[in-house]
């Protein structure tokens, strides 16, 4: 057996890297996804038997792991939800693109403990240039690879869910399902609203915003990750171009071209909403209006007429406020901080309290301390132990 297999079969086996395919046909079926250019994506998968399995830390971390796995990959969390027995995301899985050494490394950080990261570079660098070049190989087809991604994150969860209830088996019922969303403004943002809307339809909460573990919900609690999210959806919805793809579809040419890229530019630009409270104002008439419970409308289907949604004098009421949320709803939502968060205090305190408990928090960790937008400048917040 030569270096590079034993190399090969050593490096990776801690960290799942089977390839899974896109298009093969097999037993279970094809996945179709398309094979040039980004795409847009709904995928979801439930547990086995549907049970319900997921209280607030599983939620909790599954997200953490999402985020990672997802920066891995180069992929962007448009919007998602975590549900007790399944999950929904929809995701913008990019074309791949080439990477340089350092974002290799930089991607590596994200999901690797520091020592192996420092491992795997030390070995890379007493390599000859084609052991390299397959190293870097390896990564790169893991790069903007929706089944990679989704393989690797159910996986990841799996392992840390058995550690943690002290179970064996599977956790996922079968593979998951994966729908291609034209990029077009009412597809979008159905199928945003759609997810955003499941724990008001399963009659968990009152209101969308309520709910923690989604985008929509983390977003208007202050998380900043689902807030790009939103604000991406609210942008191409109204039909800015990110200036990304302005550059990638004005690679040819001459002057007229060039003119043509500043002008798209431009008018992208002007299109861009304004600041988060104008995104949050339009993403929440939408889902509004897609959430208006039917169960007052007889001749609407009965199935639809039983779902869960929102009262009609409130869909009323929220067009009256054009979308825009109270500040007391908002902090409301902001000070679930001092039930879900770990400690409130000045950061001289955070920063004191987990340097006794370092080695709960991952090796990213940089600062304890967390702004509470406003409740003011003196208290902030201790989240998350990893």
């Known amino acids: 057996m030569n270096t590079n297999t034993t190399f090969a079969q050593r490096s990776w086996e801690s960290m799942s ?54 920066y891995f990959s180069g992929l962007s969390v448009i919007t998602y939800c975590l549900m007790d027995n399944h999950f929904h ?7 791949a693109v080439k990477l340089d050494h350092g974002g290799m490394l930089d991607r590596l950080e994200r999901v690797w403990p520091e020592e192996k990261v420092v491992a795997w570079e030390k070995f ?18 893991r790069m903007s690879n929706l089944p990679e991604f989704m393989r690797v994150l159910k996986q990841s969860f799996t392992r840390w869910y058995n550690w943690k209830h002290e179970r064996s088996g599977v956790l996922w019922d079968a593979r998951y399902r994966s729908v291609v969303v034209e990029d077009s403004p009412l597809a979008l943002m159905s199928v945003a609203a759609y ?21 929509y919900g983390a977003a208007i609690g202050g998380e900043l990750g689902a807030r790009r999210g939103l604000e991406s959806l609210v942008a191409l ?24 890229k500043q002008l798209d530019q431009k008018r992208s630009q ?17 889902l509004v209006n897609k959430g208006a419970s039917k169960a007052a409308i007889p001749q609407a289907n009965p199935k639809m007429r039983k779902r869960k949604g929102f009262d009609p004098i409130q869909v009323i009421a929220e067009y009256e406020q054009q979308g825009y949320v109270p500040l007391v ?17 000045s950061p001289g305190f955070l920063e004191k309290l987990m340097g006794q408990y370092r080695s709960c928090f991952g090796s990213h960790r940089k600062s ?3 702004k509470v937008k406003a409740v003011g400048a003196l208290w902030e917040s201790l989240r998350e132990v990893d």
Not at 27 to 53: D, N
Not at 89 to 95: G, I, R, Y
Not at 237 to 260: L, V
Not at 270 to 286: F, K
Request: proline residues 4%; charged residues 25%.
């Open 17 to 70: 890297t089977v390839w899974a395919g896109v298009g093969e046909k097999r037993k279970r079926g094809l996945r179709i996804l398309p094979k040039e250019g980004g795409y847009f994506v709904h995928v979801t998968s439930r547990t086995v038997g549907q049970a319900f399995m997921f209280g607030d830390v599983e939620k909790r971390v599954f997200i953490q792991m999402m985020r990672k796995w997802a």
């Open 237 to 260: 919805a109204r039909g800015h171009q990110p200036y990304a793809a302005i550059k990638a579809g004005s690679k040819k040419g001459g002057r007229k071209e060039q003119h043509q």
């Open 89 to 95: 995301m929809m995701l913008w899985v990019p074309e």
């Open 124 to 141: 890379y660098q007493q390599q000859k240039v084609e052991t390299r070049e397959e190293m870097e190989r390896a990564l790169c087809v």
């Open 368 to 370: 304890a301390s967390k």
């Open 329 to 345: 709803d908002t902090l409301q939502m902001r000070m679930n901080t001092f039930s879900r968060g770990v400690a409130i205090g």
């Open 270 to 286: 002007s299109l861009s909403p304004p600041s988060w409270e104008d995104v949050q104002a339009a993403y929440r008439i939408w």
């Open 195 to 215: 997810i955003d809307l499941n724990p008001l339809r399963a009659a968990m909460v009152e209101d969308p915003m309520a709910y923690a573990w989604s985008g």
